[in-house]
């Protein structure tokens, strides 16, 4: 968004980071393995293509591109670090946002953008007893990196994206692995295509043509996974073969094959997960954990298993997690009551009826199964400026989306949804609510969000004139 601004040749904002430097994501997720699972060609800005050093980019080469940029577009002079947003509201007097961070500093602002995130908050199960564990116990994306694991017994809670790639890492350290698994994922293989994909990378032309067609390639999948999820068939073969080759061990490899629908929860890749799991110090544990005691956990058939530490690998609180900011818009309603009141949903998943002159980045039914979210954000941050051009253009002061038009959105979005892999594949994920509900997933092809963001519809939003003693 901030580059998106300069790019536009705005200067007059700023951005307000609670933590000490950029990167989001790719700053508080430095578990051992982190690396992006979307091919790399397709993980870096449009407008700032990257010659990633593989077919996946590492954690590390990920947040140093993001420092890079945000230096290249002198976005670092823009950036509040260490400033943390405690609510904020629309004054309809003044016409302006007006956010409050936690050490009492106001802030005023004409438009607000919030790029908050949506899996930011760590999810760690109440297990009884977890707080008596007599050792270290952290989130993977709360990394203690004081932590020695060598020649550790180590638990590792969880089987998603996260801990596919941490646990071959760890299991290369540790004294001994054992895996906790609820569900397990369906797991393709990973393909590095190495020097090849160096030499491309090197090459703006060839990298660009790349990219165009990892693209359109990943769009493919997108009409299995939203409208015949029985297509995606073909895949759970080449998992399957993947698991066959992978795991010699029929009883292992039953307990690792899915039993619902490829893409219902997120398609995983590794080449090296499958094999840490059949190393002589891992064990795969499919027994519910029933409690944690000083000394380990403990499964409902009883068994106790000693552990010196545990790695939640649980995932995030997702659903509403963005409206955990308080931000109150017109007529004194807040974010959370909007949401309460009518479900959570947001027009294009960017503005919310009700906050004028805010959008929102990776908002809700913007994510994607299939594709890149660089792809989605760069879309909803085309759309952001054109609002603000539309605002400047009609002599305006703000535009407040019609109850209407993001209610028929909503309406058309889950329909769409009801189709798709996510309400048919017979899994729980973290894309669905407690209640069923999808608000995590984009139940189409992503160029055709990349459609409808491309205008900013004037007659489905009302227009807010200037307050009179600013005029
Ligand atoms: O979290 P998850 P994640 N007892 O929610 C299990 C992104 N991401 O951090 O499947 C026992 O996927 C849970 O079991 P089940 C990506 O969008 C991207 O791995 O619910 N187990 C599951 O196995 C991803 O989807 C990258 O039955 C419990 C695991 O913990 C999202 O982040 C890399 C449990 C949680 O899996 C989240 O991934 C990593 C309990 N009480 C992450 N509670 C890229 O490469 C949960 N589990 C881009």
């Given at each position: 968004?901030?580059?998106?601004?300069?790019?536009?040749g705005?200067d007059?904002?700023?951005?307000?980071?609670?933590?000490g430097?950029?990167?989001?994501?790719?700053?508080?997720?430095t578990?051992?393995?982190c690396?992006c699972?979307v091919p790399?060609a397709l993980?870096?800005y449009?407008?700032?293509?990257?010659?990633?050093?593989?077919?996946?980019a590492?954690?590390?080469?990920i947040?140093?591109?993001l420092?890079?940029?945000?230096?290249?577009?002198?976005l670092r002079?823009k950036i509040?670090?260490?400033?943390?947003?405690e609510r904020g509201?629309?004054?309809?007097v003044?016409?302006r946002?007006?956010?409050?961070?936690?050490t009492?500093?106001?802030?005023v602002?004409?438009y607000?953008v919030?790029?908050?995130?949506a899996?930011?908050?760590?999810?760690?199960p109440?297990t009884?007893?977890a707080?008596?564990f007599?050792g270290?116990?952290?989130?993977s994306?709360?990394?203690?990196?004081?932590v020695?694991?060598a020649?550790?017994?180590?638990?590792?809670?969880?089987?998603g994206?996260?801990a596919?790639?941490m646990?071959?890492?760890?299991?290369?350290?540790?004294?001994?692995?054992?895996?906790?698994?609820?569900?397990?994922?369906w797991?393709?293989?990973?393909?590095?295509a190495g020097?090849?994909?160096?030499t491309v990378?090197?090459a703006p032309?060839?990298?660009?043509?790349?990219?165009s067609l990892?693209?359109?390639?990943?769009?493919?999948?997108?009409?299995g996974l939203?409208?015949r999820?029985?297509?995606?068939?073909?895949?759970?073969?080449?998992a399957?073969?993947h698991?066959?080759r992978?795991?010699?061990d029929?009883?292992?490899?039953?307990?690792l094959?899915?039993d619902y629908?490829?893409?219902?929860k997120r398609?995983?890749?590794s080449?090296?997960y499958l094999p840490?799991?059949?190393r002589?110090?891992?064990?795969?544990?499919?027994?519910?954990?029933?409690?944690?005691?000083?000394?380990?956990?403990?499964?409902e058939?009883?068994?106790?298993?000693a552990?010196?530490?545990i790695?939640y690998a649980?995932g995030?609180r997702?659903a509403?997690s963005l409206?955990?900011?308080?931000?109150?818009g017109r007529?004194?309603v807040s974010l959370?009551?909007?949401?309460q009141?009518?479900?959570i949903r947001?027009h294009?998943?960017?503005s919310?009826?009700?906050?004028?002159?805010?959008?929102?980045l990776?908002?809700?039914?913007?994510g994607?199964?299939?594709?890149?979210?660089?792809f989605?954000?760069?879309a909803q941050v085309?759309?952001?400026?054109?609002?603000?051009?539309?605002v400047d253009r009609e002599?305006?002061n703000?535009l407040?989306?019609?109850?209407?038009?993001?209610?028929?959105?909503?309406d058309?979005?889950?329909?769409r949804?009801a189709?798709?892999?996510?309400?048919?594949?017979?899994?729980?994920?973290w894309y669905?609510?407690?209640?069923g509900?999808?608000?995590s997933?984009?139940?189409?092809?992503?160029?055709?969000?990349?459609l409808?963001t491309?205008?900013v519809?004037r007659g489905?939003h009302?227009l807010?004139?200037p307050p009179?003693?600013?005029?």
């Open positions: 968004m901030a580059a998106g601004l300069t790019r536009a705005h007059d904002f700023i951005v307000l980071e609670k933590a430097d950029v990167g989001g994501t790719w700053r508080e997720n578990y051992p393995g690396e699972d790399s993980y870096s449009s407008f700032e293509q990257q010659a990633w050093g593989g077919v996946r590492s954690q590390p080469e947040l140093s591109y420092r890079r940029v945000s230096v290249k577009y002198g002079d509040e670090f260490g400033v943390e947003v509201h629309w004054d309809e003044d016409g946002w007006h956010l409050f961070t936690t009492g500093r106001e802030f602002a004409q607000l919030v790029g908050t995130g899996l930011h908050l760590p999810k760690v109440k009884p007893g707080a008596s007599g270290p116990a952290f989130h994306a709360r990394w203690d990196h004081s020695d694991l020649g550790k017994r180590v638990a590792v809670i969880g089987t994206a996260s596919i790639q646990v071959p890492e760890i299991a290369a350290v540790a004294g001994s692995v054992q895996l906790y698994q609820r569900t397990p994922p797991v393709l293989p990973r393909r590095e020097r090849l994909a160096r990378g090197r032309l060839l990298r660009r043509l790349v990219r990892t693209y359109w390639n990943a769009e493919l999948l997108a009409v939203n409208r999820p029985a297509l995606t068939r073909p895949m759970e073969w080449r399957k073969r698991l066959r992978q795991v010699p029929p009883a292992l490899r039953a307990k094959t899915p629908r490829i893409g219902c398609i995983l890749r080449d090296n840490a799991l059949t002589p110090g891992t064990e795969l544990i499919v027994d519910p954990i029933a409690e944690i005691t000083p000394a380990g956990i403990v499964t058939d009883g068994t106790k298993r552990a010196d530490v790695v649980t995030f997702v509403g409206a955990r900011l308080p931000l109150v007529d004194g959370q009551e909007l949401w009141r009518d479900g947001a294009l998943g960017i919310v009826s009700g906050l004028p002159n805010a959008f929102f990776t908002g809700p039914n913007t994607l199964g299939h594709n890149s979210v660089v989605m954000i760069e085309s759309y952001a400026l054109r609002a603000m051009n539309l002599g305006a703000a407040d989306v019609r109850p209407e038009v993001q209610a028929a959105f909503h058309d979005l889950h329909v949804l189709d798709g892999v996510w309400s048919t594949g017979g899994c729980r994920s669905v609510d407690a209640r509900v999808n608000h997933i984009w139940p189409g092809f992503s160029w055709q969000y990349w409808r491309r205008r519809d489905g009302e807010l004139k009179q003693d600013s005029l």
